[in-house]
């Protein structure tokens, strides 16, 4: 209280800046400081717990939530008045792929998607050099809080190649202790893409030996499965043998059914993770909200075709009857997947032809050859694999999963995006809208799920799951991650045809204490820390 009175005395300016009162402090030299960095007044808090939504002031100093209650404007430097808008934990994305991010240390994508917190090395794709990638954040912070996996693909490439082959027993202990090193660094836990080369030559007992180093450090295993189509039973029943082998937690990426045949099948494989569960693994799943995927053109071709990397392929890809048997196994795999052709296939990025852009397989073959079979649109696939690759787009999910997956208690919502660059290429929207289509879409357009409970997906969640344990709610003493917005206007603006499109309806993020976006403008400060799993070390 006596902090409250001597605050009062001091010399106040009130800046009105878009509807917003910015409090500014003019006290003389031997004044005391006001008790608080920043006060968010009139906010409606949904606190990340699934609670339902109170009115409250909230005070931060330090970075840090300093006190939750009815507080006056004159006692913080600076006053952002939320005017009856919701008040939610920063949202925290624990599925993406931004090692690229100290190129675009903004991140503006994630920010302006309410994202204060990215998980990256997702998918069996990381950094091998932990200490070296988090440490970066002193020297050149970031806009966001990010935190790494230490991921199966890239360390297996890194001690054994690229090749179709298990690792010799001394190749295991190798990648064992790239893992170790790699927790004790501060990754939060152990990564793999089994559709990928070279995480797809990997056997159960080969993953169950490197989890459980991670396991050993306090991290959790997150999983790219081996099939999210015809085989999606047996790849979730899988990831669900390494966690009860190797002793630790489960996340399943991305989960969904990417198989026409299987549309309406969610109730089964989410009954697989709940029947986990009930013997005692944790195990939880991610989600984007949109019925299409996006990843690379080649995981669509065999994988014997893709040992030890591109150049190899497109020697294989020469002779003549193994390029036909590589046709023929993946318009098998078409077949299976219950899709009639490839129009389902969309290109997101290629380099050689940048016209491609936004087009399906289906009409660039027609574009191309002027043919309309399933053997040319393999056949080209295949030569745009020899040219170098391509981004891109599957539309493979029904609707209905999607919303069966969202409305599971144990489903947090992520992205799965990179840090993307305005205007280039024509990539999934998921990346500029996911949060915002979650909260404008399917909670108050749909009415799938609630408010809060889809801020719980997005905040209490993710932190329990991946171990933020002062972060992911509205606590006094929790870090001060943040997210302003109108629940009544929040919604994605980007679409598949125009992804390049930041959502409405969200005004500030604030991350660690400090705006890096206020009143819907990015600001400059980088306030984002690093974030280092249970097995850290400091050296
Ligand atoms: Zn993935």
Redesign the pocket.
Known sequence: MSLLLKSAALVLTALVIGGFVFTTLNAGAQAPAPPYDLLITNARIVDGGGNPWFRSDVAIKDGRIALIGRLGPETAIRTIDAHGQILAPGFIDV?THVESIYNQPAAENFVRMGVTTLVTG??GSSTTEVAEFLGRSKEKPLAVNLATLIAHGSVRRKVMGLGDRAPTPEELKQMESVVEQGMKDGAVGFST?LIYVPGTYARTDEIVSLARVAGRYGGLYAT?MRNEGDKVADAIRESIQIGEQAGLPVEI??FKISNKKLWGQSPMTLGLVREARARGLAVTVDQYAYTASS?SLDSRLPAWLRAGGLDEAKKRLGDKATRERAISETKDALKRSGFKDYSFAVVASYGPDKSFNGKSIAEITKQVKKKSDVTSQIEQMLEMYEAGGAGMIYHGMGEDDVKRIMQEPFTMIAS?SGVRQVDESVPHPRGYGNNARVLGRYVRELKLISLEDAIRKMTSLPAQTFGFRDRGLIREGFAADMVIFDENTIIDQATFDKPHQFPLGISYVIVNGTPVLADNQMTEARSGVALRGPGYLPQ
């Open positions: 599925h997702n998918c893409g790219h990426s991305h990843t799965d």
